[in-house]
C-alpha cells in the first residue's frame, strides 16, 4: 500500500518554456499554502527556454520545492503521471505553469475535498475573455464527447486544475497506455466504477501573461485518439491508435495513386503498387510526424530529410514483405490488382508500427 504523510499537500506543475510566468506563480503559490504543510513538484517536459534555471536560481534553497527534468518519453500526461508517482502528501493539485490558474484556488479547491474525492476547478467557458471563441467552441464539444464517454456530467472536463485524494492514483490510472491530451480524463476513466465524489468548483480563470496556448491540431488529435482508446478500456494505445488513423488515410492515398497509374498511365501493377507503397510511406511519416508523434517531433528540413531516409531503410524488410506479398498474392492469389496491393499493405502495417516508435520518434 502507497505511503503518504496525512494533511500534507502535493501541487504538480507541469512546464514547458514558462520561463516568464514560473517565478510569479511559484511566489504567489508559496503565500497561499505557507501555513499547510506542502510540497510543489514542478515537471518540466524539455523546455529549451530558461524555466529550469530560473527555477533552480530563485528557489535553490527552497527544500519544498522539487524540480524533475523529463528526458524520455516526453509530453503532458506522461509528465504529471510520472510526477504523481513521487508524491508525499495525502492530497494532490495538479495546476498549469502560465499563469491562467489562479493560486488562490488551490485552497477552494482543497477545501471541498473534505465532503468529495476529486474537485475539478472549472472554467465558466460562457464569460472567458481570455479565450478565443473558436477554442471555447471546440472546448464545448470535447466536453459533450467526454461526458458520454466516461458518464461523468462536467461542465468542464478539460480543465487543467484539480485536487484529489491519494486513493485516486490506482494500479489502471498508470497503466493506462494513453499519451493523450488531459490527465484529468484518465484519472476520471480510471475510478468510474467506483462510486467517486466529484464536484465542480468555479475557478478564477486568468489571462495568459506570457507566452502562448498549447492548444493546437496535435492536440486535438491526441484527444481523438484518448477518446477512441477509452472505448476499449484503455487497453490500446493511443499513439497506436493514432498510427493506424493516419495509416487509413495512407491507405485511400496509396490506392487512388495506384488507380491513377494503372489506368491513366498505364503502368504495369508491379510498378504502380512500388510507386504508391513509397509515395504512401512519405505522407504517413510526415503525418505521423506532425500529429502523432509530436512530443518528439522532427523539426528541420534536414533532420526530416535523414529521418525520412532512415525510416525508409529501418522499414525495408516490411516494405520488401509489402512488395513481395502483393506480387505473390498478384500471381497466385487473385489478378485483381486492389485485392492484391491491399494483402501487401496489411503485412506492412504493424511492422512500421512498432519500428517507428522505437527507432524513428525516440523521446529524447
Request: proline fraction near 1%; avoid cysteine; aromatic fraction near 14%.
Amino acid at each position: 500500500m502507497r505511503k503518504f504523510i496525512k494533511n500534507k499537500i502535493s501541487i504538480i506543475i507541469p512546464t514547458y518554456n514558462e520561463a516568464e510566468n514560473i517565478n510569479t506563480l511559484l511566489e504567489e503559490i508559496i503565500n497561499e499554502v505557507k501555513n499547510k504543510e506542502y510540497e510543489i513538484i514542478i515537471v518540466d517536459d524539455g523546455s529549451n527556454d530558461e524555466t529550469v534555471n530560473n527555477i533552480f536560481k530563485n528557489y535553490n534553497q527552497n527544500n519544498k520545492i522539487k524540480v524533475i527534468q523529463r528526458e524520455y518519453d516526453r509530453g503532458l500526461l506522461q509528465s504529471i503521471k510520472f510526477a504523481l508517482q513521487s508524491i508525499s502528501g495525502e492530497y494532490f493539485v495538479v495546476m498549469d505553469g502560465d499563469g491562467q490558474h489562479s493560486s488562490k484556488d488551490i485552497n477552494v479547491l482543497l477545501k471541498e475535498l473534505n465532503h468529495n474525492d476529486l474537485v475539478v476547478g472549472s472554467r465558466d467557458l460562457n464569460n472567458i475573455d481570455s479565450m478565443q471563441q473558436s477554442r471555447v467552441s471546440l472546448s464545448k464539444f470535447f466536453n459533450i464527447v467526454i461526458s458520454y464517454i466516461l458518464s461523468t456530467k462536467l461542465t468542464d472536463p478539460l480543465t487543467g486544475f484539480f485536487a484529489g485524494k491519494i486513493f485516486l492514483l490506482n494500479n489502471k490510472f498508470y497503466l493506462l497506455s494513453n499519451s493523450g491530451f488531459k490527465i484529468l480524463l484518465d484519472l476520471i476513466f480510471s475510478n468510474k466504477n467506483k462510486n467517486i465524489k466529484i464536484y465542480e468548483k468555479k475557478i478564477d480563470f486568468r489571462s495568459r501573461k506570457s507566452g502562448s496556448s498549447k492548444l493546437n491540431s496535435q492536440v486535438v488529435f491526441s484527444f481523438f485518439t484518448q477518446i477512441i482508446s477509452y472505448m476499449f478500456n484503455g487497453l490500446i494505445s493511443s499513439k497506436f491508435i493514432g498510427f493506424l488513423i493516419i495509416g487509413a488515410l495512407g491507405f485511400s492515398v496509396h490506392f487512388s495513386i495506384l488507380f491513377f497509374s494503372l489506368n491513366y498511365l498505364g503502368n504495369s501493377f508491379y510498378f504502380s503498387h512500388i510507386f504508391a507503397t513509397l509515395f504512401t510511406a512519405t505522407v504517413n511519416f510526415l503525418l505521423n510526424n506532425y500529429l502523432n508523434f509530436y512530443n518528439s517531433k522532427i523539426n528541420t528540413f534536414k533532420k526530416i530529410l535523414v529521418s525520412l531516409l532512415k525510416y525508409y531503410l529501418i522499414n525495408l524488410p516490411g516494405i520488401i514483405s509489402n512488395i513481395s506479398g502483393a506480387s505473390f498474392a498478384h500471381n497466385v492469389v487473385t489478378k485483381n490488382p486492389f485485392l492484391a496491393s491491399s494483402i501487401g499493405v496489411v503485412l506492412d502495417t504493424i511492422f512500421k508500427y512498432f519500428i517507428s516508435k522505437t527507432w524513428i520518434w525516440k523521446s529524447n
